[in-house]
């Protein structure tokens, strides 16, 4: 076994610990998306990697050349790319959506909103106005 | 939460790490990855497809039903930001800009005033101020075209080079966004509108479907492109490297589409009045 030969997996555990940081870490909703994104560049990475077989070529056929790199990593990561844009891209319309409603995109702020809305519709189910509910108190806080 | 998150992920890494060791080196030719399947695809593409780039026919014929359906997820993104986003109900914005073209002078109009008549002397701005520069603009004007037909190339020549419907349609995208970015919003959609972009979506989905639908119908199975060899009137054969670039140019059309529709929508927030 050569330690050496590995490094291709180290850079991508360290790339996809980085992601994971930024998803779990940071509150702000943007953030989370770059953190995703980088996660997410770790796995293609990966995959392509493991495709690379040394001394082969690109896998287009030609009399010249005998040995060819794996394709079906090349053609899984491919879609997964451009799938990959267009998830980010729904990913940030829906962050573009909770800061016109909430006018915010820091998740505890958005938490605490929530839990405030559900208090009082259940303080108003127990029979109260919502005049007389003066304040609420976030209970976490 | 901070440090919480923190030692989670020097605990994951490690472990990570630690797994890493019974992974095969990097360039192994005998690792499991590559004694599987793809030998098969190495050896009989050419005898299969008479493709020479086996990633093109891996992509549109063995795999054609993870293609297929990943054109779908494409597609119902686009859609999925179309509903989100689309403001549809035109409320006029607080005030206008208007660029006076030969004096170069920026008129404000309120809400309710008196547009400019004469469109070719005015021309409407963002509000967020946006300087004329002739040499960003002239420059794309002189590109975009070049980009463009670089895209096609690239999805008609994946056959023999590296290439295809995604690349192409990504790169026939970004010249459509540089045009956004370099001029704006509103020129942009008179050249290529969003009904355009939503209905060149569909129709490259459609594509890659309809031939799938086509191969059924002349008696082979979902996808099975040797059933088009009667319709194309060529050989099985030849039949499957036609219908591969078919499929790619389907594929080519929904990217283009949905690449363009999420900028529109994006950029604007949805109201595709001012933006980029």
């Known amino acids: ?141 | 939460m901070r440090l919480l998150g923190f030692i989670t992920v020097v605990l994951l890494g490690g472990l990570l790490f630690h797994l890493s060791l019974d992974f095969p080196d990097l360039g192994d030719a005998s690792s499991p990855a590559a004694t599987h399947v793809s030998p098969y695809y190495i050896e009989h593409t050419m005898e299969d497809t008479s493709v020479p780039n086996i990633v093109t026919a891996v992509l549109a014929d063995y795999r054609g039903y993870d293609t297929l359906f990943e054109t779908a997820v494409i597609f119902s993104a686009g859609l999925a930001c179309f509903f989100l986003m689309r403001i549809s109900e035109r409320t006029a914005p607080k005030a206008r800009f208007y660029r006076h073209l030969p004096t170069g002078l920026t008129l404000r109009i309120e809400k309710g005033g008196k547009i400019p008549e004469d469109t070719r002397e005015f021309e409407r701005i963002d509000s967020v101020w946006v300087p004329y520069d002739v040499i960003i603009t002239m420059t794309c004007r002189l590109v975009v075209p070049f980009i463009q037909l670089f895209a096609l190339y690239v999805i008609a020549h994946g056959h023999h080079s590296p290439g295809g419907g995604f690349q192409g349609g990504v790169i026939f995208g970004a010249a459509i966004i540089l045009y956004a970015i370099s001029n704006n919003l509103r020129r942009t959609l008179r050249r290529m509108s969003e009904r355009m972009s939503a209905l060149f979506g569909s129709v490259g989905v459609i594509i890659y479907g309809g031939t799938g639908m086509l191969c059924l119908l002349l008696g082979a199975g979902f996808l099975d492109y040797r059933g088009m060899a009667s319709l194309l009137g060529v050989d099985p054969v030849s039949a499957r490297s036609y219908s591969i670039l078919i499929v790619e140019t389907g594929v080519g059309l929904a990217v283009t589409a949905v690449m363009v529709w999420i900028y529109y929508n994006l950029s604007s927030a949805g109201k595709q009045d001012e933006g980029l």
């Not at chain 1, 990475?45 to 896998?59: H, L, R, V």
């Open chain 1, 1 to 141: 076994m050569n330690i050496i030969g590995l490094y291709n997996y180290w850079i991508v555990v360290v790339l996809m610990m980085i992601g994971f940081y930024v998803v779990i870490a940071h509150e702000n909703l943007i953030k989370k998306l770059v953190g995703l994104s980088i996660f997410q560049t770790s796995v293609f990475f990966f995959y392509i990697s493991t495709g690379k077989i040394s001394g082969a070529t690109a896998p287009i056929l030609d009399p010249e050349y005998h040995l060819y790199s794996n394709p079906l990593p090349h053609v899984l990561i491919l879609t997964a790319i451009v799938v990959g844009i267009a998830t980010t891209a729904l990913g940030l319309a829906l962050v573009v959506r909770i800061q016109e409603s909430y006018g915010s995109i820091e998740e505890h702020e958005i938490q605490s909103q929530d839990t405030q809305d559900q208090m009082e519709s259940q303080l108003e189910a127990y029979g109260f106005r919502k005049k007389h509910i003066l304040s609420i108190q976030n209970l976490d806080e």
